[in-house]
Nanobody, 124 residues
Framework: VQLQASGGGLVQAGGSLRLSCATS????????LAWFRQAPGKEREFVSA????????VYADSVKGRFTISKDTAKNTVYLDMNRLQADDTAVYSC??????????????????WGPGTLVTVSS
């Protein structure tokens, strides 16, 4: 299984970006795909997750109402639309795949496939 995140860049506060996570090498029925982020000097933080079958979504409180996770099963791709970006959204964003139960979808230990991240920098 391979995951590849893309779409990061430099954006002004209040702006928007769309991140993509292209997947290959596996069938994701029963899996959840998630976005995590890690800012310099900080621990990895859960952002959002979506179940491949059914489409249940979970968001961190810090991004709820600003970020939207979605999937395109035909393209085997998960997206993260980020709006009203703030300086503290600056981080390396990574996508991950795993089979967590719904209550554990926020836990990074539940995900065992990880892709290289993409840097998002929000200037204030």
């Amino acid at each position: 299984v391979q995951l590849q995140a893309s779409g990061g860049g430099l954006v002004q506060a209040g702006g928007s970006l769309r991140l993509s996570c292209a997947t290959s090498g596996g069938a994701f029925s029963g899996y959840a795909l998630a976005w995590f982020r890690q800012a310099p000097g900080k621990e990895r933080e859960f952002v959002s997750a979506i179940r491949w079958s059914g489409g249940n979504t979970v968001y961190a409180d810090s991004v709820k109402g600003r970020f939207t996770i979605s999937k395109d099963t035909a393209k085997n791709t998960v997206y993260l639309d980020m709006n009203r970006l703030q300086a503290d959204d600056t981080a390396v964003y990574s996508c991950a795949a795993g089979r967590p139960i719904i209550p554990a979808m926020r836990s990074p230990s539940m995900y065992y496939y990880w892709g290289p991240g993409t840097l998002v920098t929000v200037s204030s």
